[in-house]
């Protein structure tokens, strides 16, 4: 099992961003997957989820500017990150259903 | 939401101690509980699901148990190479939340 996310960066506040989790090793479409994130010296603040069938949850805090989404085709699993804020600089984890399997994470700072 | 409380924050302890770190949850997530272990530089990696059971290929030193809204991880005979950050989730309800976090470091 592998999951690689990419597509982190430096961005200013009020732009986008698009994160990519790459997996293999695993029948993706049959597993849930989750987005985690963890700011700068921080714990871990959980994002959101989206299972097999492509039903989403969010935290409240991204709620409405973040949408987790999935291509099965590509094994990937993607974060649209909307209207950034500087609260939501830090490390995005990948990490599969039961959390058994995490990728490497990628590091969003959100800064003028 | 429901609440995790993770205590305590720190914890100095010397190789070869029992040390115990407890999450305690507002509301009842039965068994609904994994502890994960944090390196600097390092994703998280399962140590405890289901509130009492070894992940795979962690070392049975490690134990999880639950007393009613409490839930423990303890470490046997602390070695070296358990130094880390260490954290409770709950994944009963959505959102779901990890606990603070418990640094552990050598006294």
């Known amino acids: 099992v592998q999951l690689v996310e990419s597509g982190g960066g430096l961005v200013q506040p009020g732009k986008s961003l698009k994160l990519s989790c790459s997996a293999s090793g695993f029948t993706f479409s049959s597993y849930g997957m989750h987005w985690i994130r963890q700011a700068p010296g921080k714990g871990l603040d959980w994002v959101a989820y989206i299972s097999s069938s492509s039903g989403t949850v969010y935290a409240d805090a991204v709620k409405g500017r973040f949408t987790i989404s999935r291509d099965n085709a590509k094994n990937t699993l993607y974060l649209q990150l909307n209207s950034l804020k500087s609260e939501d600089t830090a490390i995005y984890y990948c990490?599969?259903?039961?959390?058994?399997?995490w990728g490497q994470g990628t590091l969003v700072t959100v800064s003028s | 939401d429901i609440q995790m409380t993770q205590s305590p924050s720190s914890l100095p302890a010397s190789l070869g101690d029992r040390v115990t770190i407890t999450c305690r949850a507002s509301q009842d997530i039965g068994n609904y509980l994994r502890w994960f272990q944090q390196k600097p530089g390092k994703s998280p990696r399962l140590m405890i699901y289901g509130a009492t059971n070894l992940a795979a290929g962690v070392p049975s030193r490690f134990s999880g148990s639950r007393s009613g809204s409490d839930y423990s991880l303890t470490i046997n005979s602390l070695e070296s190479e358990d130094m880390a950050i260490y954290y409770c989730?709950?994944?009963?309800?959505?959102?779901?939340?990890f606990g603070s976090g418990t640094k552990l470091e050598i006294k």
């Open positions: 990490a599969r259903g039961w959390f058994a399997y």
């Open positions: 989730l709950q994944h009963n309800e959505y959102p779901l939340t």
